[in-house]
């Protein structure tokens, strides 16, 4: 119904977004850059945000824009295990197989690395998805998996995203290796209200609309409500477009976002 009412494509606003038709924000201009630099020095970067504010599709436009015979993408979403867990999972990643051992496991990653670099010519990139959830445990063994050739090469590509406490998280004694041997650190944050019109009318173009149906104060009424976070705006936006279609309203002024808002 959307669709057809507002003369879209696509439906509109969905996570499913393709990587070209992502929002070049500044921040994720900025994000993109540090991330072409890492892809150059390799080493461990720390990602993190406010939840919706963007992590997730930062890196996946990030992966998938990577040359295959250059890069080889390892991703770990299950962060909320123990430590040995943790080592099977990356392990398990990185050579299809299982081990029972911490000391065989660790071995045998930084063989598989080392392999991957030396044998195969392709450089691991190493992502761990909501890092925030790790145990301080865990995130200590982290710092002993990236010690390669005592402490001297960096094979491979490691990004840890998570939620905005993960900077606080890593600050800790038993971190404090660890945050030492970030190379990069980027925390993104929130659009504005003159990017938050901005963003509503850039997906809507990549769905096909030539004409925003969304007026200024009510481009103005999402970001109030949002905060300028654009899983929210995502959200509050298909509403308001949804009540707008069911009533034959064409053009969305503040009371269409107002009471699409309520219902969230």
Known sequence: MIKAFFGL?????????????????????????????????????????????????????????????????????????????????LNGKLTGGFLHRKVDLFNSIQTA????????????????????????????????ILNFDIDSTNPAIFIMAGQSHLRDKITGHV?????????????????DKQLTASYIEHRLAACGCKH?????????????????????????ALKSLTLAATQNISSITEEEVFAASKEL
């Open 113 to 144: 690395v080392k392999d991957m670099v030396t044998n195969h010519k392709k450089v691991p990139v190493i992502i761990i998805d909501e890092a925030h959830l790790l145990m301080p445990t865990t995130l200590a063994e982290i710092q002993i």
């Open 175 to 191: 971190t404090v290796s660890l945050n030492q041997r970030f190379s990069i650190k980027f925390h993104l944050t929130p659009l």
């Open 212 to 236: 925003s149906p969304f007026s200024e104060s009510a481009c103005e009424a999402i970001f109030q409500n949002s905060q300028g976070v654009p899983r929210n705006i995502d959200n509050l």
């Open 9 to 89: 494509k696509i439906y509109p606003f969905g996570k499913e977004i393709p990587v070209k038709d992502v929002f070049a924000s500044p921040a994720y201009q900025e994000v993109s850059s540090r991330l072409d630099y890492l892809k150059k020095n390799r080493g461990l970067m720390l990602l993190t945000g406010d939840p919706g504010v963007g992590k997730t599709i930062t890196l996946r436009s990030f992966v998938e824009n990577l040359n295959q015979s250059l890069y080889w993408c390892c991703y770990i979403p299950l962060s909320t295990v123990s430590p040995i867990e943790f080592y099977r999972q």
